[in-house]
């Protein structure tokens, strides 16, 4: 199965000024990520669908899992370097 990706306002604004190599990362994470989301970290134990990944070393992942819809939202990237 693969999942559709979509990335919520507030995430594509945080996408600006991404460095280059940063910006390869995330794409490179997120084209793992649409098979296999949930092989990374829960957020909440009471909410597994909410869930989180580091991508490029330095940054951050945050998105919900739609299982019936086969979707992915990103809600949150945050880079540190």
């Given at each position: 199965?693969?999942?559709?990706?979509?990335?919520?306002?507030?995430?594509?604004a945080q996408l600006q000024g991404l460095p280059?190599?940063?910006?390869?990362?995330?794409?490179?994470?997120?084209?793992?990520?649409?098979?296999?989301?949930?092989?990374?970290?829960?957020?909440?134990?009471?909410?597994?669908?909410?869930?989180?990944?580091?991508?490029?070393?330095?940054?951050?992942?945050?998105?919900?899992?739609?299982d019936s819809r086969e979707l992915i939202r990103i809600f949150d990237v945050t880079w540190a370097?």
């Open positions: 199965m693969t999942y559709r990706v979509e990335f919520h306002a507030s995430a594509l280059p190599s940063a910006f390869d990362g995330l794409v490179e994470r997120v084209t793992t990520l649409v098979g296999a989301p949930w092989e990374t970290q829960i957020l909440d134990q009471d909410e597994p669908n909410f869930r989180q990944c580091i991508f490029g070393g330095l940054g951050l992942l945050s998105f919900h899992v739609d370097g």
